[in-house]
């Protein structure tokens, strides 16, 4: 569910008319819906009531700083990829006891960073991080708490770009060292194990991948508290996915993603963590364009808009499906016609979709391609020097930008050019 819908023959975010947003913003731009954060999170953190847990946000899917504020005060923890993220998140306000740092590549700065802002815990994806944390804990005096990643060598059924669990996969250790790489973990000054962490990809939409992995960290769970290791939390990740077409079978819903933890490992009498990205902000966010040309080709229309891939990626990088609507309320069993949508970028891959049924628009027309909230801003880019995509956020009745479009002058300024050219 999402709170983007016609009213009146007009398309509103929540009780605000698109067009006039558009009409004050101009486009392309983001737009999200508060109430739609608020709820996806809230789903969540209802579906694991009755065991001790902490929802931390993925917010590599989405990670406006009024995006974070809005669901760190309606109770979210953040999950943080990188000190920019980490500094982003204490920013909008979460304390570093709530944030939970993950990613292959932490460096010994980024650690400094957290150790001294504050971190709940470090989800260690290597033993050569492993080894570093520790000398920078104990160089500073910290005793940074962590898990141990593993790779459970489960196929989440995803796209391939957004697969983490399979042995080829870059991400954690495999679940067969685990016990002496936990070992080693216990013998390092600075550090202290508190639990095990797991994450096999992203969009998945059905819960056997999530039932095997979770299934293999309860076991490996007995077996290190067998070893004498102190196995208090389980940071079982996220990936959920939504359905990008109304077409598509819906994924699981959150509340039986949390029956499925409390059947595997909710006996461990462990803390759980999960960290929901997509599910949250995806149906969040719309991003609305305009209609620059429609375009007559050999054997196919075009519809050319002012937005592109370096404004979306998804569909360049992912094959990504969006389903793409007018702003103004089609008619009833009006006729509709295939056409080719891309953007201005002079690349082939600025495509967003071929041969999409679309109803009659014309030049000028506002479309909103749904399902874009998750990440869509966040890998947008200036290529062709293009602005940044502006953001806007709704709340009930009013909207705010909360990332402004920069001017050409502000982009140009901010190359230097050396004294000698």
Same mark, same amino acid.
């Given at each position: 569910?999402?709170?983007?819908? @016609?009213?009146?023959?007009?398309?509103?975010?929540?009780?605000?008319?698109?067009?006039?947003?558009?009409?004050?913003?101009?486009?392309?731009?983001?737009?999200?819906?508060?109430?739609?954060?608020?709820?996806?999170? $809230?789903?969540?953190?209802?579906?694991?009531?009755?065991?001790?847990?902490?929802?931390?946000?993925?917010?590599?899917?989405?990670?406006?700083? +009024?995006?974070?504020?809005?669901?760190?005060?309606?109770?979210?923890?953040?999950?943080?990829?990188?000190?920019?993220?980490?500094?982003?998140?204490?920013?909008?306000?979460?304390?570093?006891?709530?944030?939970?740092?993950?990613?292959?590549?932490?460096?010994?700065?980024?650690?400094?960073?957290?150790?001294?802002?504050? #971190? !709940?815990?470090?989800?260690?994806?290597?033993?050569?991080?492993?080894?570093?944390?520790?000398?920078?804990?104990?160089?500073?005096?910290?005793?940074?708490?962590?898990?141990?990643?593993?790779?459970?060598?489960?196929?989440?059924?995803?796209?391939?770009?957004?697969?983490?669990?399979?042995?080829?996969?870059?991400?954690?250790?495999?679940?067969?060292?685990?016990?002496?790489? %936990?070992?080693?973990?216990?013998?390092?000054?600075?550090?202290?194990?508190?639990?095990?962490?797991?994450?096999?990809?992203?969009?998945?939409?059905?819960?056997?991948?999530?039932?095997?992995?979770?299934?293999? *960290?309860?076991?490996?769970?007995?077996?290190?508290?067998?070893?004498?290791?102190?196995?208090? !939390?389980?940071?079982?990740?996220?990936?959920?996915?939504?359905?990008?077409? $109304?077409?598509?079978?819906?994924?699981?819903?959150?509340?039986? %993603?949390?029956?499925?933890?409390?059947?595997?490992?909710?006996?461990?009498?462990?803390?759980?963590?999960?960290?929901?990205?997509?599910?949250?902000?995806?149906?969040?966010?719309?991003?609305?364009?305009?209609?620059? %040309?429609?375009?007559?080709? /050999?054997?196919?229309?075009?519809? #050319?808009?002012?937005?592109?891939?370096?404004?979306?990626?998804?569909?360049?990088?992912?094959?990504? %499906?969006?389903?793409?609507?007018? *702003?103004? /309320?089609?008619?009833?069993?009006?006729?509709?016609?295939? @056409?080719?949508? *891309?953007?201005?970028?002079?690349?082939?891959?600025?495509?967003?979709?071929?041969?999409?049924?679309?109803?009659?628009?014309?030049?000028?027309?506002?479309?909103?391609?749904?399902?874009?909230?998750?990440?869509? +801003?966040?890998?947008?880019?200036?290529?062709?020097?293009?602005?940044?995509?502006?953001?806007?956020?709704?709340?009930?009745?009013?909207?705010?930008? #909360?990332?402004? $479009?920069?001017?050409?002058? /502000?982009?140009?300024? $901010?190359?230097?050019?050396?004294?000698?050219?």
């Amino acid at each position: 569910m999402d709170h983007f819908l @016609y009213k009146d023959g007009a398309l509103h975010a929540e009780d605000v008319p698109v067009a006039d947003i558009a009409a004050e913003v101009g486009t392309p731009f983001y737009c999200y819906s508060t109430a739609t954060l608020t709820r996806h999170f $809230r789903l969540f953190d209802e579906a694991l009531d009755g065991i001790p847990h902490l929802v931390c946000y993925a917010m590599k899917a989405a990670s406006n700083q +009024a995006i974070l504020k809005t669901l760190a005060q309606a109770g979210a923890g953040m999950d943080v990829v990188s000190g920019g993220e980490y500094l982003r998140a204490k920013a909008a306000g979460v304390p570093g006891n709530r944030i939970v740092f993950s990613g292959v590549g932490k460096t010994r700065d980024e650690m400094r960073v957290a150790l001294e802002g504050g #971190i !709940r815990q470090f989800n260690v994806e290597s033993e050569p991080e492993m080894q570093a944390l520790s000398e920078v804990a104990s160089s500073f005096g910290f005793e940074a708490p962590i898990t141990v990643r593993v790779n459970p060598d489960v196929d989440a059924k995803t796209h391939a770009k957004i697969a983490t669990g399979k042995s080829e996969n870059k991400f954690g250790i495999p679940i067969a060292r685990a016990r002496e790489v %936990y070992a080693e973990a216990a013998r390092l000054p600075g550090l202290k194990v508190i639990g095990i962490d797991v994450h096999i990809g992203s969009q998945l939409t059905e819960l056997e991948p999530f039932r095997l992995a979770y299934q293999k *960290v309860a076991e490996l769970t007995e077996v290190l508290r067998a070893d004498g290791h102190e196995i208090t !939390r389980l940071d079982l990740g996220g990936g959920l996915g939504i359905p990008y077409t $109304r077409s598509n079978e819906a994924p699981p819903l959150p509340v039986e %993603y949390g029956e499925l933890i409390k059947e595997t490992v909710g006996h461990l009498d462990c803390e759980i963590e999960i960290e929901p990205g997509r599910l949250v902000a995806g149906n969040a966010g719309i991003l609305v364009t305009k209609v620059i %040309y429609v375009k007559s080709g /050999e054997g196919r229309d075009f519809l #050319i808009l002012d937005g592109a891939m370096n404004d979306l990626i998804r569909p360049a990088m992912y094959e990504a %499906y969006h389903d793409i609507i007018p *702003v103004t /309320e089609p008619r009833p069993g009006v006729e509709q016609a295939k @056409y080719d949508i *891309v953007g201005p970028v002079c690349e082939s891959g600025d495509t967003f979709a071929k041969e999409r049924l679309m109803p009659p628009v014309s030049e000028g027309d506002l479309v909103a391609f749904r399902s874009a909230g998750a990440y869509g +801003a966040v890998m947008a880019s200036e290529y062709n020097t293009r602005p940044l995509v502006p953001e806007v956020l709704v709340h009930e009745h009013q909207f705010a930008v #909360i990332r402004p $479009r920069p001017t050409f002058d /502000e982009m140009i300024n $901010r190359d230097t050019i050396p004294e000698w050219l």
